[in-house]
């Protein structure tokens, strides 16, 4: 597609429960990245995958959290046993390998947890 | 530890008033420093990369530099239309692997009134 695309753009969802937050890149776009935006916040790195490499996960807050992608396409999110806290826009981003021309980002979900 | 301090949180302009947006930055080693503006309810799009110390760009009303500790974001003769939240982010060097971990500051909220 002509950029990042996620959804659902919404979800409320309630405490204790898992949901499933969904990303596809832009085509051709080797490397894909999650982030999470607080109320008022900056961006918080999540997690980045490049290619066949082995993801850096080092931004994920817990083991709740957990990412998946399918070769160079679509990622997944999930969030297991949804706290409050968790509530927050997830932005997902794709770029090429050559990081000089920026990331793209998605319009981001925005969660609420209940 | 890597860091990005944005200055001032918020700022408002009458249209044509010229000012400057400050990112400061703390980091072992710099890939690259981005600018993003983003709108309410939309991802950070992306502005610029700036490499090196002394470099310069510039793209309609807006012009980025550099220097070893801090990027300006300057605006000139603003519009309504540029109100909205710039984002500075770093890429830091070091680490291990090739990750794409952007490190972003919390942004500065700028108002433009007619």
């Known amino acids: 597609g002509a950029g990042v695309s996620q959804s659902p753009s919404n979800k409320v969802t309630e405490k204790g429960k898992d949901v499933e937050l969904r990303c596809d890149p832009i085509?051709?776009?080797?490397?894909l990245y999650w982030y999470r935006q607080r109320l008022g916040q900056g961006l918080e790195f999540l997690i980045y995958?490049?290619?066949?490499?082995?993801?850096?996960k080092s931004g994920l807050p817990s083991d709740r959290f957990s990412a998946e992608r399918t070769g160079e396409s679509v990622s997944t999110l999930t969030i297991q046993r949804t706290q409050q806290e968790d509530s927050a826009v997830y932005l997902c981003?794709?770029?090429?390998?050559?990081?000089?021309?920026?990331?793209?980002f998605g319009s981001g979900t925005r969660l609420t947890v209940v | 530890e890597d860091q990005v301090t944005q200055s001032p949180e918020a700022l408002r302009l009458q249209e044509g008033e010229s000012s400057s947006l400050n990112c400061s930055y703390t980091?072992?080693?710099?890939?690259?420093l981005f600018w993003y503006r983003q709108d309410p309810g939309k991802g950070p799009e992306f502005l610029f990369t700036?490499?090196?110390a002394g470099e310069e760009k510039e793209k309609e009303r807006l012009k980025a530099t550099l220097t070893k500790k801090e990027s300006f974001l300057h605006i000139t003769a603003p519009k309504p239309e540029d109100s909205a939240t710039y984002l500075c982010?770093?890429?830091?060097?070091?680490?291990?692997?090739?990750?794409?971990?952007?490190?972003f500051g919390q942004g500065t909220t700028l108002q433009v009134k007619p």
């Open positions: 981003a794709s770029s090429p390998r050559d990081r000089g021309m920026g990331y793209t």
């Open positions: 085509s051709g776009h080797t490397a």
């Open positions: 995958f490049q290619g066949n490499s082995a993801p850096d």
């Open positions: 980091v072992s080693g710099l890939r690259g």
């Open positions: 700036l490499y090196s």
């Open positions: 982010a770093v890429h830091p060097l070091g680490g291990s692997g090739n990750t794409g971990k952007l490190i």
